[in-house]
T-cell receptor, first 114, second 114 residues
Framework: GNSVTQMEGPVTLSEEAFLTINCTYT??????LFWYVQYPGEGLQLLLK?????DKGSNKGFEATYRKETTSFHLEKGSVQVSDSAVYFCALWAGGTSYGKLTFGQGTILTVHP | DTGVSQDPRHKITKRGQNVTFRCDPI?????LYWYRQTLGQGPEFLTY????????KSRLLSDRFSAERPKGSFSTLEIQHTEQGDSAMYLC????????????FGNGTRLTVT
């Protein structure tokens, strides 16, 4: 079946540090890949996506590149801010009739200190 | 765009009782999804609707669970004879259902079964 594995958290960084959150996946075919973010007290929001191999998704200074050879979609940001503190979820869509039927990873809690 | 609205935000119930949650999607969205998220895990797909038709149900959706979207607008999720294992955050999401439209999530309903 399809699955998504994220690096264990929580991740604690100082402001302006470099961020990497690892995500690997297992899926048949050519899935679309997503990063969602959940700020405290809020619903999940789409952060970025990539729909085919070698695509790079980017938003708000975050980037992730769809690597088919390593089945990975690692999230990176060059300089984190306190406001980036949130839970980050990697997810995939494995095809089919509903683009909204996603498989999520377990989430990684990020805390950024001033 | 008022976003996806879920009610109630929190529900505490005793084992064996029935509960019902409501989701109001973004008004022009014709697809509606229910997910369940347990502590420390990512969301898991439960079911989805295209307009009023329920098109797919996960194996996670036992016979005690029923979802409806009678007029293709709001949806309800009912759990009968609740069990402690039903304690979770229940998330609703909606999308335009055109091609690869992104999901918009509500803030969820947190259910605690005592």
């Amino acid at each position: 079946g399809n699955s998504v594995t994220q690096m264990e958290g929580p991740v604690t960084l100082s402001e302006e540090a470099f961020l990497t959150i690892n995500c690997t996946y297992t899926a048949t075919g050519y899935p679309s890949l997503f990063w969602y973010v959940q700020y405290p007290g809020e619903g999940l929001q789409l952060l970025l996506k990539a729909t085919k191999a070698d695509d790079k998704g980017s938003n708000k200074g975050f980037e992730a590149t769809y690597r088919k050879e390593t089945t990975s979609f690692h999230l990176e940001k060059g300089s984190v801010q306190v406001s980036d503190s949130a839970v980050y979820f990697c997810a995939l869509w494995a095809g089919g009739t509903s683009y909204g039927k996603l498989t999520f990873g377990q989430g990684t809690i990020l805390t950024v200190h001033p | 765009d008022t976003g996806v609205s879920q009610d109630p935000r929190h529900k505490i119930t005793k084992r064996g009782q029935n509960v019902t949650f409501r989701c109001d999607p973004i008004s022009e969205h014709n697809r509606l999804y229910w997910y369940r998220q347990t502590l420390g895990q990512g969301p898991e797909f439960l079911t989805y609707f295209q307009n009023e038709a329920q098109l797919e149900k996960s194996r996670l959706l036992s016979d005690r669970f029923s979802a409806e979207r009678p007029k293709g607008s709001f949806s309800t999720l009912e759990i009968q004879h609740t069990e402690q294992g039903d304690s979770a955050m229940y998330l609703c999401a909606s999308s335009l259902g055109q091609g690869k439209s992104p999901l918009h999530f509500g803030n969820g309903t947190r259910l605690t079964v005592t």
